[in-house]
């Protein structure tokens, strides 16, 4: 089980979880606007007083509960994404200085943009098994029928929409990462696709 191969893939997930809560500090910290599911985590944290990494664990732990009606099954990757992404991104919160000047925040929100983007490949490359919210998106398409680009949006819209009323931070940057994510990925995911390369390996 412990081949090199899955070793290689672990150590990817790994790194991916990291460097995604990494990526959610650097945009917090930037100040104009978070991606939805942060600007939720960030709600609840200011309006409970707990921490954004430990609200971001109980959300991901939330979102995976409501695997159970939709028959999902988690996988590795599903279970270490919702204990490590809110570590992470506390450690970067608590590493990494608020910005001020918008040409710093600008630079701040792309930096971490970008690294959220080489995350999402890195984790989901290493083909462990997809996010929580990923799950629940796929699950909610399979069991209703709609589009997946409709389930992700009013997902994504009813998040966005109880943090920013909790008060998380709405800005240019939410619609940036709204625009921007998908291509970005789009250019990650085939770099990191274990499989991929397993496929081309074995060619």
């Given at each position: 089980m412990f081949t090199p191969a899955f070793l290689t893939r672990l150590l990817q997930l790994l790194l991916g979880l990291f460097l995604f809560g990494i990526a959610s500090s650097l945009?917090?910290?930037?100040?104009?606007g978070i991606a939805p599911w942060d600007v939720l985590s960030?709600?609840?944290?200011?309006?409970?007083?707990?921490?954004f990494g430990l609200?971001?664990?109980?959300?991901?732990?939330?979102?995976?509960l409501m695997w159970l009606p939709l028959r999902?099954?988690?996988?590795?990757?599903?279970?270490?994404?919702?204990?490590?992404?809110?570590?992470?991104?506390?450690?970067?919160?608590?590493?990494?200085?608020?910005?001020?000047?918008?040409?710093?925040?600008?630079?701040?929100f792309i930096t971490g943009l970008l690294l959220l983007a080489i995350a999402t490949g890195l984790y989901i490359g290493a083909n462990f098994g997809p996010g929580p919210r990923d799950g629940l998106m796929t699950g909610l398409?399979?069991?209703t029928g709609w589009a997946i680009w409709k389930v992700r949006t009013l997902i994504e819209a009813t998040a966005l929409a109880?943090?920013?009323?909790?008060?998380?931070n709405v800005g240019i940057g939410t619609l940036a990462f709204a625009v921007l994510i998908g291509p970005?990925?789009?250019?990650?995911?085939p770099l990191f696709d274990r499989r991929a390369v397993a496929i081309a390996t074995a060619r």
């Open positions: 945009m917090i910290r930037a100040g104009i960030q709600g609840i944290s200011l309006r409970s007083g707990w921490s609200i971001t664990n109980l959300v991901g732990v939330a979102v995976l999902q099954k988690p996988g590795l990757g599903t279970v270490l994404n919702v204990l490590l992404i809110g570590p992470s991104a506390q450690l970067g919160l608590w590493m990494l200085p608020s910005v001020s000047g918008l040409l710093w925040q600008v630079l701040v398409h399979a069991r109880i943090g920013w009323w909790l008060g998380g970005l990925c789009g250019i990650t995911l």
